[in-house]
């Protein structure tokens, strides 16, 4: 990615139970940042019926977590 002049991505759907301490290290030693979205697979809020769940905050809360430790991520996406 960073040979093609890419220093930011987005990912979607993380499991933040996983271990990305060997990816997030690939990518911040290519000098590439995350921008990582909150919701999984089963936690996305869908736009014809809204709802906020306790579910969703504990996942959300959970990828937050995990990402937060990683210099190299940009940011979170809702």
Known sequence: MSSIGANAIRVYHV??????????????DAGIHLFVDLDTVGTYILSDTPEWTRNQYSTYTKVVDE???YNNTAGFFV
């Open 15 to 28: 499991d933040p139970t996983g271990d990305h301490r060997g990816c997030m290290s690939t990518f911040a």
């Open 67 to 69: 990402f937060q430790q």
